[in-house]
């Protein structure tokens, strides 16, 4: 008995780290390729690890970690978002619209709330009653957002006095810490903690894994849809704020905050995170990492000389070897079977 018990804790620990490893493997290579890239900047670039350039690089990851958390839940249920760049936008052209004429803070915050989940009701009650696919529905709707944002300011920046309260939200710091970082981390562990703990969480994961199933175990489906455009353009209108409070100001024309393109940064962080785009599979702390991966080949290939272009091109074959990899070789055997390319069309 005595060496039963000497033997099996340590057997029982082996097997748990093992299906703790089987379950986070994408997570634990991704922060593992994080160690590395920070072991071998240090030869690339003396600026990278600087306390100032760190700072720098959580700060602007985290705009695109709070959107990507809310994308995660999209892309769980097998859907898409592509109009939180332009839920961004619109956030910030009204909330600096209405501070700029004196509205105060206590009521231009819970407005901007209420427009961002508007947009994501509007986008969830569409794909899931209208039952239009979400690519399509998402796009018209970013078109439309993107379209206000231009008539109404006509295509001019919007700045003015606002409080310094505001500016604070997106420009201050917790210490030392900024505070766009720190509401990334409370966001990062609310998600965390509902996925895990959570009837909701469960049930966004079966919708994505099989909505059959998921009908028939009593899960409102429809209902779990539409949280889930909700939720993700909740995140976005907080990314949106805390990018606007950074400058104080609002620039339609050009990629303010991250706005042009944070549809596609955030997807790119929830599938190299190891989400499947076919929905049912991925994680909270994978869509972090991954966030955290593009923020830091983002920030670090300008200091290495990488042209702008080339970095587009690098990133989007980190994109495409993440979906290659999430499809488990699907891809690859469907090419290797000439009877099931034809079937397929």
């Known amino acids: 008995m005595a060496v039963l018990k000497s033997v099996l804790p340590g057997a029982l620990t082996k097997k748990r780290l093992y299906i703790w490893g089987k379950e986070y493997k994408n997570e634990i290579a991704i922060a593992l390729l994080i160690v590395v890239i920070f072991l071998v900047s240090q030869f690339l670039s003396p600026v990278f690890l600087t306390a100032n350039n760190l700072l720098n690089l959580l700060r602007q990851t985290a705009y695109t970690a709070i959107a990507a958390v809310g994308m995660y839940f999209v892309i769980l249920i097998g859907g898409i978002d592509l109009s939180i760049g332009a839920t961004v936008q619109i956030v910030g052209m009204t909330s600096i619209m209405m501070l700029v004429k004196g509205v105060s803070m206590a009521i231009t915050i819970p407005v901007v709330l209420a427009v961002g989940l508007t947009v994501g009701l509007v986008n969830g009650l569409i794909v899931?009653?209208?039952?239009?696919?979400?690519?399509?529905?998402?796009?018209?709707?970013?078109?439309?957002?993107?379209?206000?944002?231009?008539?109404?300011?006509?295509?001019?920046?919007?700045?003015g006095t606002v409080p310094e309260a505001?500016?604070?939200?997106?420009?201050?710091?917790?210490?030392?810490?900024?505070?766009?970082?720190?509401?990334?981390?409370?966001?990062?562990?609310?998600?965390f903690f509902m996925m895990k703990k959570t009837t909701f969480g469960r049930r966004l994961y079966i919708t994505g894994s099989n909505q059959t199933a998921a009908y028939y175990s009593g899960t409102n489906v429809r209902r779990i849809k539409v949280m889930a455009y909700v939720l993700c353009a909740l995140f976005a209108t907080v990314s949106g704020l805390l990018s606007v409070a950074r400058i104080g100001a609002f620039q339609p024309t050009t990629t303010h905050g991250g706005a042009t393109g944070m549809e596609l940064n955030a997807i790119a962080a929830v599938v190299v995170g190891g989400a499947s785009l076919a929905g049912g599979k991925g994680s909270v702390i994978g869509t972090l990492l991954g966030a955290l991966l593009y923020g830091i080949l983002s920030n670090l290939f300008p200091l290495i000389g990488v042209s702008s272009y080339f970095q587009q091109l690098i990133q989007g074959f980190i994109i495409l070897m993440a979906?290659?990899?999430?499809?488990?070789?699907?891809?690859?055997?469907?090419?290797?079977?000439?009877?099931?390319?034809?079937?397929d069309g």
Do not use: D
């Open 128 to 159: 899931t009653y209208g039952r239009l696919q979400p690519f399509v529905v998402t796009l018209v709707t970013k078109q439309i957002m993107q379209g206000i944002v231009l008539v109404a300011t006509g295509g001019a920046s919007i700045s």
């Open 166 to 191: 505001f500016m604070k939200i997106g420009a201050g710091y917790i210490g030392f810490v900024p505070v766009p970082v720190v509401v990334m981390l409370v966001i990062v562990a609310v998600a």
């Open 323 to 343: 979906v290659l990899i999430s499809s488990k070789g699907k891809i690859f055997r469907k090419i290797t079977r000439g009877k099931e390319v034809v079937k």
